[in-house]
């Protein structure tokens, strides 16, 4: 690749953007709902119920239109800087898949791609499947496939923590007398017990890596205020078998006991999930927010990174580091809290999901036991 003034993105050809995928109409909506519970284990009932949740919205998941937003906004800032580098789009469980656009990225002669995930945080479902997802692709390609590099978990990229930030003081100024005196209550989805463990096997887990960004969040929202600011980590989303433990406690519950114990205003802030799909606009925006004003509660949902510009920039910079770094140039990754950059490539044993079970099954940017 020739390279022209502006930022090197070499030796990468394009950004893979790599999501869930979602429905787009009613129609859509079972195969979509097969193709993310094969194998899993879901109930008939929970299945169900998640068919409703989207039917409620015409059978349209808003993920799609959100990464075509974002996709725009990464060419934009991309573009801005100089930086020439293709973004394209692929899903784990809706068109367009991911196969499919790498069929293409290589059809117009990319052979190194970098692919960035859209889960923030670190765990068998937001990054051990999507690698063993991009390995299939890559896979099913054989010789046409290009090779695909994975951007690492981004929870701690100082830009996607002030995009929360700013989100939350913006819907705490929404709230009588403002954010003070307000319990802020971060969400993300829950995840089983025994997931949660995979995840903490070979470095901080899911929870400690939202623990992290709640640190960091509630340490600058209290040097705005001059004072302490109450929060709690919360989870939505639980499915599953019921019997089968998942991370707790939920956001209704959560609200109840801030209830019992006096608390009137809260911020709803889903720091788990980058963009309003559809965990986030029924289980919050439907579900915790009846929930919130039946107890009394005045709840002011703070909005998800989106396109934010603090955050787009954020995945910018991480891209061009990763570039450089293999292009063999020294990098220093810029993080924020404790925990510190995770590695490019995941270790050994790293995000299984069943505690202390090998999956067996081939993954890309990582060991695969
Ligand atoms: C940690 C995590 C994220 C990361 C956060 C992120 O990346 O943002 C995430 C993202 C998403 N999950 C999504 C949808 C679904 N997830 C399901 C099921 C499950 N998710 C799980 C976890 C996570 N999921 C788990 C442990 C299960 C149980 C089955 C299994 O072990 O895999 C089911 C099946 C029904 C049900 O069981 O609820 C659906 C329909 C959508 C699309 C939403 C839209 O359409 O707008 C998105 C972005
Ligand atoms: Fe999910």
Redesign the pocket.
Known sequence: MTETAGLSTSPYDALLLC?????NGTDDVLP??KN??RG?G?PEE??AA?GEH?HHFDGR???NEQNLALQAALRAELERRGARLPVVWGNRNWHPYTVDTLRDASAFGAKRVLALV????A????SR?YREHLAAAIAELGDDAPRVDVLRPFFNEPGFVRANLDAIREAGSTLEGGLAGAHVVYV?????DT?QDASAATGPG?REQHEDVRATIDAALCEELGAPVASSLAYC?R??DPRVPWLEPDVNDLLEELAAAGERKVVIAPI???SD???V?YDLDIEAAETAAGLGIQAARAATVGVRETFVSGIVDMIVERAARERGEETVPVTVGELGAFPDEAPPGSCR?RHGEVTGIPVIAGAED
């Open positions: 999501s869930f995928g979602g429905p979509f709902l993310v519970t899993k879901i929970r299945l998640v989207y998941s808003p993920i859209t889960s923030a945080y765990s068998y479902s937001g499947q993300t989805h829950s995840i089983p997931m899911y989303s499915s599953g788990g999930f980058i799909h559809m965990e606009a999901m």
